[in-house]
């Protein structure tokens, strides 16, 4: 059963590369990127604070989510983003419906930007590859919920909530 209708057949999503800005291309992460992107998360949670996975195993959930991403239907998506070769930043997300507004959105799970490469528009290009994506699959816009675990990152044109939740909330309508 397909959940998501607007989400197959898979080869009406082709992986968007962006231009280099500054430096700087996102491409969507194939099978040869999994190294990097388990190498980028990594370094994620180093930096942050996240007591519901620890003690659990590195390696858990990489069937899945090599399934997720690349099996139809696919069911999550990411993005790495190099400087020349070097990997300094990705993005990951999976789709989800709002009952409110009655259609599906992209809900990004992740987004991280190593600090040295912070601020020069690379969480901007992430975003853009995530925004296009919801795009092509039909979504009303990319919704973001981040911990306060992490240190926010500033993102140009996002609107984003005032956190007294404990998440900030990052909501981009897609083009219609």
Do not use: K
Request: with cysteine; net charge negative; charged share 20%.
């Amino acid at each position: 059963m397909n959940l998501f209708p607007a989400l197959v057949p898979r080869s009406r999503v082709s992986p968007p590369t962006f231009p280099a800005m500054a430096g700087y291309a996102v491409t969507r992460v194939s099978r040869r990127d999994i190294e990097v992107l388990m190498a980028l998360c990594d370094l994620q949670h180093d930096q942050g604070r996240y007591p519901a996975t620890e003690g659990r195993e590195a390696s858990a959930g990489l069937l899945e989510l090599m399934e997720a991403l690349f099996d139809p239907p696919l069911r999550a998506w990411a993005w790495v983003a190099r400087d020349g070769e070097a990997a300094v930043g990705y993005a990951a997300a999976t789709v989800g419906f709002s009952l409110l507004e009655r259609g599906y959105y992209l809900r990004l799970e992740s987004l991280y930007v190593d600090p040295a490469h912070r601020g020069r528009d690379v969480e901007t290009r992430l975003l853009a590859s995530a925004s296009e994506t919801a795009s092509q699959l039909g979504c009303f816009a990319v919704q973001w919920q981040q911990g306060t675990y992490l240190p926010p990152l500033q993102i140009s044109g996002a609107s984003i909530g005032d956190g007294r939740s404990g998440t900030l909330r990052l909501s981009i309508p897609t083009a219609s």
